[in-house]
Structure formats: structure tokens, C-alpha cells
């Protein structure tokens, strides 16, 4: 635990919460960790999924409402990125005031994932997908800032919903 918090977690608008630097955040300081035990997505309510952070191809972490990990935004231009399995880390220098933000789909593997993206980047996507729906140059782009198990095959070959 940190002696003096770096982040808080404030309303923005349409969008909901957000996570803001209270401080200046150094690139490659891990930002937000996802503690808690790995489920599988029946075994979570519906109504957590939207703020999930994906393990493995079949399983989630739901952060505390409300948490850091619950609140940060996606932007296709993001200041954080993905760490190993369970961490966010600042891809650039935060200034102060900032939202801190991560690419959605650098944690999302199933190819169903959908959602309209208004992040203002200039270079805005429109659509955020699963990581394996992106085209190669988001691919090098975001490459060792994705989740470890998106690189691997999937576990299990049936179908699946998540
Ligand atoms: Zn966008």
C-alpha cells in the first residue's frame, strides 16, 4: 500500500468514472494491480461485466465497484498498458490531473467483444474488439503491453460465449 494515493477515481461525464493522476506518474510505474480470484463469466453477475479484467481465455477478475481497476477508461491512444497477467503500467510520463486509460482490446479474447468507442484519439478505432480482431499494426503497436494469454492459442476449442 502506498502511503499517499497517486490516483482517485472521479465522474466524467457520459463515460461514467475514470481514474485521474493525483500526482505525476512515471513511465513504467505499475499503476493499478487486479487482486481477487479468477471466475468464470456465469459465475459473475451480469451486471460486473463491463469493468472485468480478463486472465485467461475462460477467465475474469472483477475489481471492487468502483476500484481503480473498476473505473480506468479505455482510449485507443492510452497511457497505460498491460503488464503480465494482472497489472497496468504507465506507458508514458502522466502528468498530473490526467486520466490514466488502457486499450481495451490488449485484455479482451473473445472475438463477440463489441463496443463503440468515442475516445476522442486522433487515430480512434470506432469499434473496440477483441485483441485477435485487431490488424497487425495495433498489434505492433501494443506489442508486451497485451495480456500474456491473448499470445497463446486457446485453451479450450469449443465454441464459447467468453
Ligand atoms: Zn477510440
Do not use: C, H
Given at each position: 500500500m502506498r502511503s499517499t494515493p497517486v490516483l482517485t477515481v472521479r465522474k466524467v461525464g457520459a463515460k461514467g468514472l475514470g481514474v485521474f493522476a493525483l500526482t505525476e506518474v512515471p513511465k513504467?510505474?505499475?499503476v493499478i494491480r487486479y487482486y481477487g480470484k479468477s471466475r468464470w463469466i456465469w459465475d459473475i453477475p451480469r451486471w460486473e461485466w463491463d469493468h472485468l479484467f480478463q486472465v485467461e481465455y475462460d477467465r475474469y477478475v472483477s475489481p471492487r465497484a468502483g476500484?481503480?481497476?473498476?473505473s480506468i477508461n479505455h482510449s485507443c491512444g492510452p497511457n497505460c498498458?498491460?503488464?503480465?497477467?494482472?497489472?497496468?503500467?504507465?506507458i508514458?510520463?502522466?502528468s498530473k490531473g490526467e486520466e490514466l486509460t488502457f486499450d481495451y482490446s490488449t485484455n479482451v479474447g473473445w472475438d463477440g467483444f463489441?463496443?463503440?468507442c468515442a475516445c476522442g484519439a486522433p487515430d480512434c478505432r470506432g469499434v473496440i474488439t477483441s485483441y485477435g480482431k485487431l490488424d497487425d499494426r495495433w498489434k505492433v503497436r501494443y506489442e508486451g503491453l497485451v495480456s500474456?494469454?491473448?499470445?497463446?492459442?486457446?485453451?479450450?476449442?469449443?465454441?464459447?460465449?467468453?
Open positions: 513504467g510505474s505499475g476500484s481503480y481497476g473498476w498498458g498491460v503488464r503480465g497477467e494482472r497489472e497496468l503500467v504507465a508514458r510520463a502522466i463489441q463496443m463503440v500474456p494469454f491473448l499470445l497463446k492459442p486457446p485453451r479450450n476449442p469449443r465454441p464459447t460465449l467468453f
